[in-house]
């Protein structure tokens, strides 16, 4: 029996770290071409509400180009449509140009959705299909609407005669039938699909064929280094078994090859690989000597148990964990130095006084706060400050 290709946890990592843009040089020029191609290389970018520090996001592309700044990211999301927002395994900037690949999703998220138990609470007392056709020909008539246009003149209760109607917002638009073509104070507008891509939305559905080799294909280059439950879970948009089918036949063809992966605690993990990863590898460019602060929804981060096999690095976002439980902070960004992620920062923005707060800093085991490591995280702060508009920084740890 032949031996499994060894890939070593340093190799895993390099080609991860390389295919999602953290080996590139961060001080190189953003213009709306580089950042959309930075975009369709990580496949999406997560969107999230929370704003302590500054939107996921845009700490995400901040970490890859220095001279990053949100209103990049609304030029191509808003201005241009060569993004949209949908969602993947949560909301995220998408390339228009992959739309098509998301019609099998909305088929899948509507019967989804009208089965959870989410329609039941949200829909409750309610005539749910009477809801969603009334949301839906209101903003056929009327235009791109938020969810706040639908609040109720009578407010006898909180969230009382709009949440039915916000829900069936989300469900129109998890569904396709609508689309969010900008946002205002970080609120949802929402309008047809047809009117927000037209040339997109009328492209034909490909079929579940065309979709899976087009989701696996698209996942295996941004992993580089898989198992058949990473390739699925990198979209969120076909289930295991298919990708295990799709790993078979690749591995058969030699597009990918069987691997054997050592994680950072010395582990084998049997895992798949692109047939050209060892010619990949030797191409790749050193980390950029710097520390860099990474969004908690960074592409490196989502799969906790790959973070910790890659990195070894033992992640939990804990903002939704009671403060009495929480071992570091509410929304603790992992320091990346190089290629090893070395400690855990919390920070807060206080945007009235303009004062980036360190509340916590805690470094892995067996790292050492040197001097230089000092200085690297120094800069890593001067960065985020001037990136989040911060004129001081405060030390309370």
């Known amino acids: 029996m032949t031996a499994l290709p060894q890939v070593s946890a340093t190799a895993a990592r390099r080609l991860f770290m390389g295919a999602q843009g953290l080996l590139d040089d961060p001080t190189r020029r ?43 990211l609304r030029r191509l999301l808003e201005d241009r449509q060569d993004l949209f927002e949908g969602f993947t395994h949560d909301a995220s900037a998408i390339p228009t140009a ?5 019609q099998p999703r909305f088929q899948r998220d509507r ?3 009208q089965g959870h138990a989410w329609w039941q609470h949200h829909f409750r007392g309610t005539d749910a299909a009477q809801v969603v056709a009334a949301v839906r020909d209101r903003i056929a008539q009327e235009g791109p609407l938020k969810s706040s ?17 916000k829900a069936a917002l989300d469900f129109l638009w998890r569904s396709g039938e609508l689309l969010v073509p900008r946002r205002e104070g970080f ?31 698209t996942a295996a280059e941004r992993l580089q280094v898989f198992t058949p439950r990473e390739l ?7 289930d295991l078994a298919a990708a295990r089918a799709w790993c078979q036949a690749a591995a058969r063809s030699g597009r990918i090859l069987p691997v054997a992966v050592t994680t950072v605690a010395g582990e084998q993990q049997s895992a798949f690989a692109l047939a050209t990863w060892e010619t990949t590898l ?52 992992p320091i990346l130095e190089g290629d090893r992620l070395v400690g855990r920062l919390d920070p807060k923005l206080h945007r009235a006084t303009g004062v980036l707060e360190v509340r916590g800093l805690w470094w892995e085991p067996g790292i050492r706060n040197t001097r230089a490591r000092k200085a690297g995280l120094n800069e890593a702060l001067e960065r985020l400050a001037t990136f989040t508009g911060a004129h001081r920084i405060q030390r309370t740890c």
């Not at 037209?198 to 989701?215: F, G, S, T």
Request: proline share 9%; aromatic share 14%; net charge neutral.
């Open 111 to 113: 019967g989804r959705l």
């Open 30 to 72: 953003v213009t709306t071409p580089s950042l959309l191609a930075l975009i369709q290389r990580l496949g999406f970018v997560q969107i999230d509400s929370i704003n302590v520090v500054a939107r996921a996001h845009d700490l995400t592309l901040a970490t890859r180009r220095d001279a990053y700044r949100p209103e990049h």
């Open 282 to 333: 030797a191409s790749l460019p050193e980390p950029p000597e710097r520390t860099r602060l990474l969004c908690p929804f960074d592409p490196v981060l989502r799969d906790r148990s790959r973070a910790l096999a890659r990195f070894g690095f033992d992640y939990r976002f804990e903002a939704f964990v009671p403060e009495a439980r929480r071992r570091h902070g509410y929304y603790v960004l």
């Open 149 to 165: 246009d639908f609040e109720h003149p009578d407010r006898r209760g909180p969230w009382w005669g709009w949440k039915p109607q």
């Open 187 to 217: 609120q949802k507008v929402y309008d047809l699909a047809e009117r927000v891509l037209p040339v997109a939305h009328a492209l034909p559905c490909p079929d579940l064929e065309m979709h899976c080799e087009w989701a696996c294909a």
């Open 98 to 102: 992959w739309y098509p690949h998301w």
């Open 232 to 238: 699925a879970g990198y979209w969120d948009t076909i």
